[in-house]
């Protein structure tokens, strides 16, 4: 082989070498790069000299959250990354120098804000001639997270005011806290390795230990009581939790026990339970005795009040014939003296009579007989009674009495009775105790179902007013705001306390606001029901005055003169009971026109009006032809032998004195047009006589 063939195959052969060795080189970077970019760690390669980024791997990307793109060409602290920029270049210059660098926490910062501890570790090393620096960056934030809940786990069981012990399978000793050596009097040394049996006492029950035993066997927990024993051989009672530590796949590995010495808590809950049984027989022994002395406070309420309905009857009886016979001597001629004596007789009557029927009622409620009526209610007509009974007294004081009336359900039941007797009260107590202005009436509805309405009932007034601590001692029996105000103003201090009782009865509640100078208003409630049925009609009895006017006058022309608004209104609502057809004249001027217009068979005239009275205008009425044999009622509250003789004067037949009841009304009405029609039919042809008569 020449020179020139052999120089041909050396070259030949050392291209050969060199394509074999990119060949390797190549392979080699390929693994590099699959390596680093399959690394579940971060890597960052960065230039010695200029500390910018050269590379870094997916990971890295990921953990820190930015693209490849913008990390590369950075230095390495200019990345936001690091949370001490001064420390970390003070790291780069040191890391240059000493060509590594390690850091077990270090805190970074990703791209969102958000801290992660990492391990980092960096080597210096040469590469194709240039030195660069490999960043290996581990994150360890999760580590340092189950460390931290590692350890303070391990400070709540150190530090925890229960003994805890832990113990192998075996039945060994491993663990013991701080609790269970002070509870003890143990140190470590006495406990770790040795049995854990030690720690209870030799007098615990074979049955318990077999207890135990069988429900760990059975990986459950067992909860109960055994006697410890702490290391000067001394017992104790211990509440206890003996429970399996279980390893991942389930299987027990340990067993942990936590105890608590309840030996104080049991003695205390002894001493406690013996005290309680003790309390209880005094309480039983006491109660005895309480319901001994309630029978016989019972027993001598029952008496006392069965003593005072007896009384109030035999009391009421002879006050009957005094305060009927004083009403016959009055219908007899008597001297003017004599009516004043009979007037204060009679005023006497009343008052007594009243006090008979307030305690009757009291005692009543007290002995538990007093029952309620359920009857149909108009609750407006209850008041426009009282206001006609109280309307003369309120006259007489100059005071206006007034009703307020609000929408009301229809259909509604109760005690009508008690009712008014409870509003009458307070109204009456308003006109005592009122000098001047006004009283008023108020009712409404303030709630409603489907079967009753809890009505209200007010009275409110402009009298002087009550200071407050003295509101609520009203409604005790015989209590008022000043007991020496009875000297003046008279009154049982029954009235209020009634009114309360009453209201609680039908399911309300009684009560009062006022102000010293300003007025008062008193108030009670009471629970109404509803029926959807018609309230029937009651039907007259048979031969009574309102059934003989039903049958033979109701035909009868009727004039009403009365100038008050609610006497007016009660007066109408008794004549249309009867008569089919009433007029209303509001004075005696409008009555005479009246009259002069129309032919009546009955005028009800009151006696006082302003204008022209009710004399004077029945002596006008009387001169008219058509009225010459008018039957005329007078409508007075005076009811002395004087004014009944005027009446007759001025040509009126028939008295009445308010307050005016039905019956009485009738009875007197009926007598009036009776005595009417015999007259009318002596001198009249038959067929001639007046429609209604």
């Known amino acids: 082989m020449t020179s020139a063939e052999q120089q041909v195959v050396v070259e030949r052969a050392a291209a050969t070498a060199e394509t074999a060795g990119t060949a390797a080189l190549r392979s080699s970077e390929m693994r590099y790069r699959r390596l680093f970019e399959a690394a579940q760690d971060g890597i960052l390669l960065l230039n010695a000299e200029s500390g910018r980024i050269e590379d870094a791997n997916p990971y890295l990307t990921t953990m820190l959250g930015y693209t490849h793109e913008q990390l590369l060409g950075k230095q390495l602290w200019e990345i936001g990354a690091f949370v001490d920029i001064a420390e970390n270049a003070d790291m780069f210059e040191r890391l240059q120098h000493e060509g590594y660098v390690r850091y077990d926490d270090l805190p970074l910062k990703t791209r969102d804000g958000q801290l992660i501890s990492v391990e980092f570790i960096s080597n210096a090393y040469d590469c194709a001639g240039v030195r660069v620096i490999q960043c290996n960056i581990r994150n360890i934030t999760e580590q340092r997270r189950a460390e931290e809940q590692v350890r303070k786990l ?13 113990s192998n399978l075996a039945g060994e000793i491993e663990y013991v806290n701080a609790a269970l050596l002070r509870n003890g009097g143990y140190s470590p040394q006495d406990l770790i390795g040795h049995d854990v049996a030690m720690l209870l006492s030799g007098s615990m029950s074979a049955q318990t230990r077999s207890q135990v035993g069988a429900t760990l066997e059975q990986g459950l927990s067992w909860r109960g009581e055994f006697l410890g024993r702490r290391k000067d051989g001394s017992e104790f009672t211990e509440s206890a939790i003996v429970a399996p530590i279980r390893r991942p796949d389930g299987s027990t590995s340990h067993h942990v026990t ?12 002894l001493e406690l339970d013996a005290h ?51 009403y016959l001597i009055r219908r007899s001629q008597v001297t003017p003296q004599q009516s004043d004596w009979l007037g204060k007789l ?57 009703v307020e009336r609000h929408p009301l359900p229809q259909g509604l039941m109760g005690d009508p009775s008690r009712l008014q007797q409870a509003l009458l009260n307070y109204a009456d107590n308003a006109l005592k105790f009122t000098d001047a202005g006004t009283v008023t009436l108020r009712t409404l509805c303030v709630d409603e179902t489907a079967g009753s309405a809890l009505i209200r009932f007010e009275v409110q007034d402009t009298g002087a007013g009550i200071e407050a601590q003295q509101l609520e001692k009203l409604f005790m029996p015989f209590e008022q705001a000043d007991n020496s105000s ?44 509803k029926t959807d049925r018609p309230h029937a009609a009651r039907a007259p009895a048979p031969g009574s005055a309102e059934a003989m006017l039903l049958r033979h006058h109701s035909r009868a022309r009727v004039l009403l003169v009365d100038d008050e608004p609610v006497n007016r209104e009660v007066a109408l609502a008794m004549l249309q009971i009867v008569f ?39 002596r006008r009425i009387r001169q008219l032809p058509a009225h010459a044999d ?24 028939e008295f009445l004195a308010k307050p005016v009841r039905a019956e009485d009304l009738f ?14 039919s002596r001198v009249l042809p038959a067929g001639e006589g007046s429609a209604g008569t």
């Open 154 to 166: 391990s400070l709540v069981v150190e530090q925890s005011p229960v003994s805890i012990v832990i």
């Open 258 to 269: 936590i105890t608590e010495d309840i030996t104080e808590r049991k003695r205390d809950a």
């Open 276 to 326: 309680r049984h003790a309390l209880e027989s005094l309480v039983q022994a006491r109660t005895e005795e309480l319901s001994v002395a309630r029978r016989a406070a019972d027993a001598a309420n029952v008496a006392k009040s069965a003593f005072l309905a007896n009384m109030s009857h035999e009391i009421r009886t002879p006050l009957g014939a005094i305060t009927g016979l004083a």
């Open 346 to 402: 009679e005023v006497a009557g009343a008052h007594l009579l009243e006090l008979i029927n307030a305690v009757l009622d009291l005692s009543k409620i007290e002995a538990g007989k007093l029952t309620l009526e359920s009857a149909p209610i108009n609750v407006g007509s209850i008041a426009a009674r009282v206001v006609s009974i109280l309307s003369e007294r309120a006259l007489s004081k100059h005071l206006s009495l007034v």
């Open 486 to 529: 009875t000297r003046q103003y008279g009154g049982t201090g029954l009235g209020l306390a009634i009114v309360r009782q009453f209201a609680r009865l039908m399911g309300g509640e009684a009560g009062a606001q006022s102000e010293p100078g300003v007025g008062s208003t008193f108030w009670f409630t009471a629970r109404l029901c």
């Open 580 to 618: 089919d057809t009433v007029a209303v004249a509001e004075d005696g001027n409008q009555a005479v026109e009246m009259a002069q217009a129309q032919a009546y068979d009955l005028i009800l005239m009151d006696m006082q009006m302003p204008g022209l009275g009710g004399l004077e205008a029945t």
């Open 630 to 653: 008018t039957v005329i009622v007078a409508l007075t509250a005076n009811a002395f032998a004087e004014e009944r003789v005027a009446c007759f004067e001025a040509g009126m037949d």
């Open 667 to 680: 009875e007197t009405v009926l007598a009036g047009l009776s005595r009417h029609r015999r007259l009318r």
